[in-house]
């Protein structure tokens, strides 16, 4: 066997281990979401149930479910507040990654493109933002959004997410820039001024790492909890990590639960699959010279 059949075949099982370990979680949650209750608690666990028994889903969406036999399934306690969270992230995470957008395109443009005073100490503050541990700075905004009444909102939501979204993409999108062709002086050629050449030519010439930034502002915000437990949790500003977890305190429903975080897993799933194509696009290069 040659040394490059030896290669691929290591490769291959890599691989084959990264897929299983990355979905194996996924479909462990599915399989519960559709099971019996009885089959759901069984020992040991079994790998495929024996027929379909989506219950715990339509419960969790506030739907009652009967089966085959007649066994009425009323609907979750904590629906109404499970389809609260979901509006609220989605609400949250869109405005989270518009704003990262119109914030950081223009923002990561100017230092990626263009030289002026303090250029460095401002890169380095910006690094210094992406480094610091979101939870590290979590009782200093819990003490000022109390102050300003944002606790228990979604505007406090959305502004506590951008200290970590703008911040972290910027940094991002600064190599990705730096990537472009110099199409600056030729534009001003053309007679088109700064604004201009940013809008109608680098934006859509950088339209991958954009569509990158903007996946990668929404699942932020769609997974956040340590600042939604903090600060909106058990408000109607509730989002649905916070929601999702109020169901391990209550009594046991494993298939509710399952059902729940499956519920969290699609909508950020959707948007990174149909942008998938351009994350491949995007190269991370150094940002100081």
């Known amino acids: 066997m040659s040394g490059g059949t030896v290669s691929n075949a290591w490769l291959k099982a890599i691989v084959g281990v990264v897929v299983v370990w990355t979905l194996l979680p996924i479909y462990w949650l599915l399989r519960l979401a559709v099971m019996a209750p009885s089959e759901a608690g069984a020992f040991p666990p079994k790998f495929w149930p024996n027929e379909l028994h989506p219950a715990a889903i339509y419960n969790i969406l506030g739907y009652e479910y009967i089966d085959d036999i007649g066994n009425v ?37 100017a230092f990626a493109r263009f030289d002026f005073k303090a250029k460095t100490p401002l890169l380095m503050a910006i690094l210094f933002s992406v480094s610091v541990p979101p939870v590290s700075t979590l009782i200093p905004f819990y003490i000022m959004f109390t102050e300003l009444n944002l606790t228990g909102t979604r505007t406090g939501l959305v502004l506590i997410n951008l200290t970590v979204t703008v911040p972290f993409v910027t940094w991002m999108l600064i190599g990705y820039f730096r990537n472009l062709p110099p199409i600056e002086r030729l534009a001003r050629i053309d007679g088109f001024g700064r604004l201009a050449t940013l809008i109608r030519i680098v934006i ?13 502002s929404f699942l932020f915000a769609w997974n956040e909890f340590v600042f939604a437990t903090a600060l909106v949790n058990g408000t109607t500003a509730t989002t649905l990590p916070t929601s999702v977890s109020g169901l391990m305190f209550l009594q046991p429903q494993p298939g509710q639960l399952a059902a729940s975080l499956f519920l969290s897993l699609i909508p ?11 994350i491949a696009d995007l190269g991370f290069v150094d940002v100081i010279r």
Do not use: C, D
């Open 73 to 109: 399934f009323p609907p979750s306690g904590q629906s109404a507040q499970i389809l609260l969270g979901l509006y609220n992230s989605l609400i949250v995470s869109v405005m989270v990654m518009v704003t990262t957008l119109v914030i950081i395109v223009p923002l990561a443009y």
């Open 204 to 216: 859509p010439m950088a339209k991958s790492g954009i569509a990158v930034a903007a996946v990668v």
């Open 268 to 278: 950020a799933g959707l948007i990174a699959y149909f942008l998938q194509r351009h």
